[in-house]
């Protein structure tokens, strides 16, 4: 079966300093993968989605980055956090677009 | 920008109510999805429609998709503590989802 990990499931980090979340999926090849922020108790926002190694496409202007490394690893990144930065991150895995998403259990940042 | 309008935005009922919410848009979709999400966790998929008029049960949820495509509803019978969270839909207008703006339901013991 299919698993999808993500972490830290917390973070507290100061204005500036850089962010590295990471997510990994097991159990299938080639899944496309996406990364979403979530304002408190509402919907999501689509940051960064990858169909494959090294493909990235990026859906919002902002000061976070994201790569695919290898085929099941998705990285969201940062080299400086902003406060506005902070929200509730989840990364999602699917198989290609007509099927439903699998998401991880999210991190919580809280940019200080 | 395309959106995905649900509402009401909060519900609190009581447990055994019957509740409908709405998942509203002026876009066609070829598909959609409406999720389950707890507090801090990731939102857990419910069920996926892609025919217009289509009708699916899931136990006590029902949920149909409109038939133009444009927008859904999910209605729950006789609601239980357990429905309580955060419901999202989900639609697909071209290559990617596009996630609702959310309904949280309580349901009081």
């Known amino acids: 079966s299919q698993t999808i990990h993500q972490w830290p499931a917390t973070l507290v980090q100061p204005v500036g300093s850089p962010l590295s979340l990471e997510c990994t999926v097991e159990g299938t090849s080639n899944p496309n993968l996406y990364w979403y922020r979530q304002a408190a108790g509402r919907g999501l926002q689509l940051l960064f989605y990858?169909?494959?190694?090294?493909?990235i496409s990026s859906e919002v202007p902002q000061n976070l980055s994201a790569s695919r490394p290898q085929d099941r690893q998705f990285i969201l990144s940062s080299k400086k956090l902003l406060l506005s930065d902070s929200g509730f991150y989840l990364c999602a895995w699917s198989r290609d677009r007509n099927y439903g998403y699998t998401f991880g259990s999210g991190t919580r940042l809280t940019v200080v | 920008t395309q959106l995905l309008e649900q509402s009401p935005q909060f519900l609190s009922i009581q447990e055994g109510e019957n509740l409908t919410v709405y998942c509203n848009s002026s876009s066609v979709f070829s598909s959609l999805q409406w999720y389950r999400q707890e507090p801090g966790e990731g939102p857990v998929l419910l069920v996926t429609v892609v025919t217009g008029g289509e009708v699916k049960k899931l136990k006590r949820l029902t949920f149909q998709f409109g038939d133009a495509r444009k927008d859904s509803s999910l209605h729950i019978t006789a609601a239980q503590p357990g429905d309580t969270g955060l419901y999202l839909c989900a639609g697909l207008p071209s290559y990617k989802y596009i996630f609702g703006t959310g309904t949280r339901l309580k349901v009081l013991a």
């Open positions: 990858s169909v494959g190694i090294g493909q």
